[in-house]
């Protein structure tokens, strides 16, 4: 690898050049930043020097790094797609140029806004806010990023009460509408993807206003951004909660760093700038000191240049801060590699035609950019790195939180979790509570909803004109019940169950039928059993002197008839006593019906006898034959088959569904003749609902004795 290395360096500008900042989009000089630090000169005697002048076999380029901004790599990208001249991108993370159709040859180790937006929906959701307010950029950055965002916010059913766009070119009016608007927003919570200078002007506007009660969802474009992240700006932004890139140790990097001497390298500014923005100072001719001097209040000694950088802490030297900066190193590496697996690729196993292999000193950029797309290789912390389909390197978030520093008050970047792309949905997000602290002081998480949680035993109301985050608490109905927070709906409680009084849970609805121990009952019982011990007395009397004139002219059998109806009739009340079990069931209904109907055809039988005696002036032998023993028993006979069939025919028919006209808290037992079906096949109790009480018919399978 240091071979490659070194062979980037000797070829100069031709191999690979760099672009950086919004008004060089391609850049000749053959400079790659290292987080827009240090350039990497390629053997570049001058940076005036024209690529024309140069011998015909250095002017061809095959890769490009950059640019940092989504909109400059999309202008580099159409031109070098044309060519197919591979570029990495470190810093632009717009999904559009995810689109391999538009921009052939563009690449990047920086994940895309796409997995971004899905992070950022998934810590509103793991919050639990719904009433949110939405800030992007009107650029090629912000307008994808955020229209990602809102269908992840549709999907999860979360609600975006502003959307706006701004940008750092916006009119003063503009920001102060904009911040009017957030103002008298209930939201807390705002969503901004942007980068640092265009979310400042509106940052600097909720200074003015000293709102700080609202909590700041950054996106990696200024998550953790040096202008932002300043002492003047952390009572509004203390407490935001930032998707940062994942930071990575760059193999040699701090001991570059403590080798640098702005004497040494003086034709080098941004290793100039670097010493003086460490040491607090000024280098002799520096032009930061003039501009200091034209526009500043603050005071900065000069520098030495000799000062001890090994004496100091600075971010640069903390691999946690090097987040761009990686994803430089890794572009670099990227290239090196793939020079690399060119110049050791074995003939018959290479990418092109035939699997044979490109020739190192005529190689084109075409083939680099096909390499590059088939690379796959471990870096210096352990990491697979490859590209995937859409040419995005894979990569993971940190996420972090701004505390405010008790020693000297700055922004400290704490890291509160991370989000794994790699892992099934639900698992990809980690967050340490206890590590987070809400507007810088606070551990507890803030209130972003649109309305109050409805409490177990309430549901959610829908309000007119508003949106679905936004509803009514609405006690649950009498037989419903709801036990958990923001139920859509309350849930009808089982038919032999009731609601408590605040609709939380179900209970078993109060039995009641007619018991042996009851009042009622026992007299019930007493009455019965004294009208059987009456009648089998009387039946007893009547067998005693059934030859005696009196008894013959009752119609002594007839009679023995009506006093055995008699006491079916007093016996079948026995079985309406006690809880309804199998037999019961099917025999209350007809026993008594056909009893009574017994007793009533001797009685009807007796009574026309009666009549016919009292009708007829000389009795005939036709009268004899009409009031024959015979043809009474016929009668009695024929009106107790009636009520046999309908009795049998009710037991046969079909069962009626269940009605709740009048629901109550309490179920009253009694069966009806109807609901006893032998041939139904089923077990099934069921609940029908009649005036001021509940009535549970029960059906069971024939061979089965069961009990309520």
């Known amino acids: 690898m240091k071979l490659v290395l070194y062979y980037l360096i000797v070829l100069g500008s031709s191999v690979v050049i760099s672009t950086y900042g919004p008004h060089q989009l391609a850049q000749m000089t053959g400079d790659i930043l290292l987080g827009g630090l240090f350039p990497i000169h390629f053997g570049v005697a001058s940076k005036d020097q024209d690529l024309a002048a140069r011998p015909e076999s250095t002017q061809s380029t095959i890769a490009v790094v950059g640019a940092a901004g989504s909109a400059v790599s999309t202008a580099v990208a159409n031109l070098l797609g044309l060519f197919y001249i591979p570029q990495i991108s470190y810093a632009s993370s717009s999904r559009l140029l995810s689109n391999k159709k538009q921009y052939k040859s563009f690449m990047r180790t920086i994940p895309t806004d796409e997995y971004q937006a899905t992070a950022m929906a998934d810590i509103i959701e793991y919050f639990e806010w719904n009433w949110v307010i939405a800030v992007a950029s009107d650029d090629d950055y912000g307008r994808p990023g955020i229209e990602k965002f809102e269908k992840e916010m549709e999907e999860r059913d979360i609600c975006i009460h502003l959307n706006e766009l701004i940008s750092q070119y916006f009119e003063d009016h503009e920001i102060q509408a904009l911040a009017d608007r957030i103002e008298n927003s209930t939201a807390k919570v705002i969503v901004v993807f942007a980068s640092g200078p265009d979310i400042e002007p509106l940052i600097k ?159 084109e950029a075409w083939q680099v950019l096909k390499q590059l797309r088939h690379l796959n290789y471990t870096n210096s912390m352990g990491e697979k790195m490859h590209f995937d389909e859409n040419a995005d390197m894979a990569a993971n978030y940190t996420i972090i939180n701004w505390h405010r520093s008790a020693e000297h008050g700055s922004v400290v ?12 949905r639900g698992a990809k997000l980690f967050i340490e509570k206890t590590k987070i602290l ?20 309430t549901r959610k109301g829908i309000i007119d004109s508003m949106p679905t985050c936004c509803f009514e608490c609405t006690e649950c109905s009498d037989g419903e019940y709801s036990n958990h927070k923001d139920a859509s709906v309350c849930t009808k409680c089982p038919n032999n169950s009731w609601s408590n009084g605040n609709h939380t849970f179900c209970f078993l609805k109060e039995i009641e039928f007619l018991s042996w121990t009851e009042p009622f009952g026992i007299a019930l019982a007493i009455c019965a059993v004294l009208g059987v011990v009456l009648t089998a007395f009387v039946m007893g009397v009547f067998v005693r ?7 013959k002219a009752t119609n002594r059998e007839l009679s023995y008839v009506l006093l055995f109806s008699l006491i079916c009739c007093f016996s079948s009340s026995l079985v309406f006593i006690g809880e309804p079990q199998d037999w019961t069931c099917r025999l209350r209904q007809p026993a008594f019906g056909i009893s009574f ?21 000389i009795p005939t032998s036709l009268h004899r034959k009409w009031w024959g023993l015979n043809l009474q028993f016929l009668l009695v006979f024929l009106c107790t ?68």
């Open 641 to 708: 088959f009636v009520q046999v069939m309908i009795s049998t025919r009710k037991r046969s028919g079909s069962i009626g569904e269940s009605s709740a006209s009048t629901p109550s808290s309490s179920i009253s037992l009694k069966t009806n003749g109807n609901d006893c079906n032998p041939t139904s096949g089923r077990n099934k109790p069921r609940v029908s609902f009649g005036s001021g009480t509940v009535t549970l018919s029960l059906s069971f399978e024939e061979p089965r004795r069961s009990s309520l």
């Open 545 to 551: 002197f059934c030859n005696t004139p009196i008894v």
């Open 205 to 363: 506007e909720m200074v003015r206003r000293n709102i700080t009660d609202r909590i700041w969802l950054a996106s990696e474009a200024w998550a953790s951004s040096s202008l932002i992240a300043k002492p003047e700006y952390l009572d509004v932004v203390a407490g935001t909660i930032g998707v940062a890139l994942k930071a990575g140790r760059v193999s040699g990097f701090r001991e570059f760093l403590q080798k640098v001497q702005p004497k040494r390298d003086s034709h080098n500014e941004f290793v100039r700038e670097f010493w003086e923005e460490t040491f607090n100072c000024y280098l002799e001719d520096s032009p930061r000191q003039r501009e200091s001097e034209n526009g500043s209040t603050s005071f900065r000694p000069l520098c030495t240049g000799e000062e001890d950088i090994t004496s100091v802490e600075t971010p640069y030297l903390d691999y946690t801060h090097l987040r761009i900066s990686y994803n430089v190193y890794v572009a670099v590496y990227s290239i090196a590699q793939a020079l690399q697996d060119i110049i050791t690729c074995t003939p018959g196993h290479g990418l092109f035609a035939n699997n044979s292999c490109a020739d190192i000193k005529k190689m």
């Open 597 to 617: 109907v017994l007793c009533i055809s001797c009685i009807l039988v007796k009574t026309n006898r009666v009549l016919l005696v009292f009708e007829a002036k």
């Open 438 to 457: 809400w507007n810088g002081y606070s551990s507890e998480v803030p209130f972003s909803n649109c309305s109050e949680d409805c409490e177990p035993g």
């Open 413 to 424: 970047f704490e890291e509160v979790g991370y989000y794994n792309m790699h892992i099934k």
